[in-house]
């Protein structure tokens, strides 16, 4: 058994079992990948693919077994490799990052630029997706930390700890007739044409709850991932804002007016998850300080030594968990 064959079986699994895809992605070759799987399955002596003719139906109950033990191999190979780096040199190496518009954009570029002060030989990666696409990339080991507000990784499979909280606020421009209102009332606000985040942004999710658990319905008529785009049409008067107070940047949005809600709206925490299993590099666990100075590298090797949901629960229960802060100018 080789592990260029865990790999293949990891890659036809993970492209639709389409080998020529899987072959295009490794560079390699479709004749090539076939041939190896089928020397696999002829030394495990089962077929690990159900087939319809020439082209792969689905994966047979053995051959799911069988790719689960694949990625847990394959990753404690790049577990070896990381190890072995960080005994040749403790200062080079590669941090990738996946993350959504809003934390790339106001929360991550201080943070970044003094890792790299700190770490001038560490290449960083930032990789920004949806919060499904960065929780894929997490789940392939594409990248080594996702940092996001909406739902991660199903449980067990990722280590999630608090980062920081924050909030939405209302924003219109000056001289809008809301501006010197004050707290708006949750009732008032749902009168007037909103534009804020699609589904699954920015926590969208604690947003809509609000305002159901008010009785209300918000008239939404615009939606976008990014805040930027938010407040472009917000200033067009296409609506009132609602955005992350994060996203607002002095000396930019300084013809918006932020607001707050009566009653206010639902704190959400941004959290940094990696794989269970994971090596964490000393950079890393400086990286994780960075971004959450409560987050000590015993917290976090308490979180990656017992990572039981319970455990990480009673970890992270009496946290106090910072409010985030944007450092764009």
């Known amino acids: 058994m080789k592990l260029q064959q865990l790999r293949y079986l990891q890659a036809i699994a993970r492209y639709n079992l389409n080998i020529s895809e899987a072959a295009d992605r490794l560079a390699t070759s479709q004749p090539g990948i076939s041939k190896q799987i089928r020397l696999l399955e002829e030394e495990l002596g089962v077929p690990l693919f159900q087939r319809n003719g020439k082209h792969l139906s689905g994966m047979t109950a053995v051959g799911r077994r069988v790719l689960e033990y694949s990625e847990v191999i394959l990753r404690e190979v790049e577990n070896i490799r990381a190890a072995a ?31 790299r002060h700190r770490f001038p030989r560490v290449r960083v990666q930032i990789h920004q997706g949806t919060p499904r696409q960065i929780a894929d990339m997490l789940s392939h080991d594409e990248v080594d930390f996702i940092v996001a507000t909406e739902p991660m990784l199903a449980s067990g499979q990722v280590i999630v700890l608090p980062a920081y909280r924050w909030s939405h606020c209302v924003v219109v421009p000056k001289g809008h007739e809301l501006a010197g209102a004050g707290a708006i009332p949750l009732e008032r606000l749902a009168d007037y044409p909103i534009v804020t985040y699609l589904d699954g942004f920015s926590g969208r999710t604690k947003l809509d709850a609000d305002f159901r658990r008010a009785g209300l319905t918000p008239d939404v008529v615009l939606t976008a991932a990014d805040a930027d785009v938010i407040k472009t049409y917000v200033r067009h008067g296409m609506g009132v804002g609602i955005i992350a107070r994060i996203a607002l940047e002095k000396g930019h949005d300084d013809d918006l007016v932020a ?47 017992n990572p039981d949901p319970e455990n990480l629960e009673a970890l992270c229960r009496n946290m106090e968990v910072p409010e985030g802060i944007s450092h764009c100018a």
């Open 85 to 115: 780096e960080e005994a040749r040199d403790e200062q080079a190496g590669d941090l990738r990052i996946a993350t959504t518009h809003a934390q790339a954009r106001y929360i991550l570029p201080p943070i970044v630029d003094a890792f």
């Open 259 to 305: 607001l707050d809600t009566e009653p206010g709206l639902s704190e959400n925490i941004t959290r940094i998850g990696f794989r269970r299993g994971a090596w964490l590099r000393g950079y890393m666990y400086d990286f994780i300080t960075l971004l959450a100075p409560h987050l000590t590298h015993e917290h976090v090797a308490q979180a990656a030594q």
